[in-house]
């Protein structure tokens, strides 16, 4: 994931989840070559958009179960739906599930799902990860 040069993630790291989807990777069902090749991915297209960035700086770990049901209300937030792709069979979306919403409601509901994960704390810098093995945040995601 990209962040900001002050080194922080915000809300609208969730802008995917209210357009085409939120590609994540399921950390339970992915091998070691499809989280290199999806951080590959990943970093070809962040420099491509914005080089001063860097590409990839960390990785976001969050429980699906976090992102689908709001904790106040237990209204549905998002779905995670898999959808694998070739070489990348571990693949999934977050997708809100009521389609467009206006923007005021689109800035909470982003801040809500952002509180749920964990907010800033559910960043983990690249080089707290050994080797860039993601793999390192399985126990993390099945908890």
């Not at 960390?58 to 209204?75: I, L, Q, Y």
């Not at 694998?84 to 005021?104: F, K, M, S, T, W």
Request: aromatic share 6%; charged share 30%.
């Amino acid at each position: 994931m990209k962040r900001k040069p002050k080194g922080s993630i915000t809300p609208s790291m969730f802008r995917r989840a209210f357009l085409k989807g939120m590609s994540v990777v399921r950390l339970d069902r992915a091998s070691a070559e499809e989280l290199f090749n999806s951080a590959k991915i990943l970093y070809d297209y962040q420099v491509a958009q914005d080089p001063r960035y860097g590409g990839i700086v960390g990785v976001v770990d969050f429980k699906a179960e976090t992102v689908r049901w709001a904790e106040s209300d237990g209204d549905r937030l998002c779905c995670v739906l898999d959808t694998p792709l070739e070489n990348r069979l571990a693949h999934a979306d977050v997708v809100h599930h009521r389609g467009a919403v206006d923007a005021e409601t689109e800035r909470s509901l982003k801040s809500v799902l952002f509180n749920q994960i964990g907010g800033a704390r559910a960043f983990r810098s690249t080089a707290t990860l050994d080797d860039s093995d993601l793999k390192s945040l399985l126990p993390a995601c099945l908890k």
